[in-house]
């Protein structure tokens, strides 16, 4: 069975950074399009950042765009999302979610396209 395990989450003060990891098992990244999505406190799930199976790495929303990048090491089978200038509005549950939907997905698809997902990472950006 698939398993995602994010980590390196924590908290940090604002204009800090931090990168999260997510590790799938057994070795399958090639199998599936990847994404981070995050939820805030009172606040619905959304989109972060995502990266299909041909490697391509789809835009990222404004809300985080030149603040954070997406890599993955295939090598090592990881998700990285690299978070700078954090902001207190980044505050959420940061979670790691993968799909093996064979067309061209992204973290702005329908949720439900993604079926695994990770138990997530807590980020708290605070003075």
């Known amino acids: 069975q698939v398993q995602l395990v994010e980590a390196g989450g924590g908290s940090v003060l604002p204009v800090g950074s931090l990168r999260l990891s997510c590790v799938i098992s057994?070795?399958?990244?090639?199998?599936?399009?990847m994404a981070w999505f995050r939820q805030a406190p009172g606040k619905g799930r959304e989109g972060v950042a995502s990266?299909?199976?041909?490697?391509?790495?789809?835009q990222y929303p404004d809300s985080i765009k030149g603040r954070f990048t997406l890599s993955k090491d295939n090598a090592k089978n990881i998700l990285y999302l690299q978070m700078n200038s954090l902001k207190p509005e980044d505050t959420a549950m940061y979670y790691c979610?993968?799909?093996?939907?064979?067309?061209?997905?992204?973290?702005?698809?329908?949720?439900?396209?993604?079926?695994?997902w990770g138990q997530g990472t807590q980020v708290t950006v605070s003075s």
């Open positions: 979610a993968a799909s093996e939907y064979p067309g061209t997905i992204s973290h702005r698809s329908p949720q439900s396209l993604w079926t695994i």
């Open positions: 990266i299909e199976k041909n490697n391509y790495i789809n």
């Open positions: 057994p070795n399958t990244y090639q199998k599936y399009n």
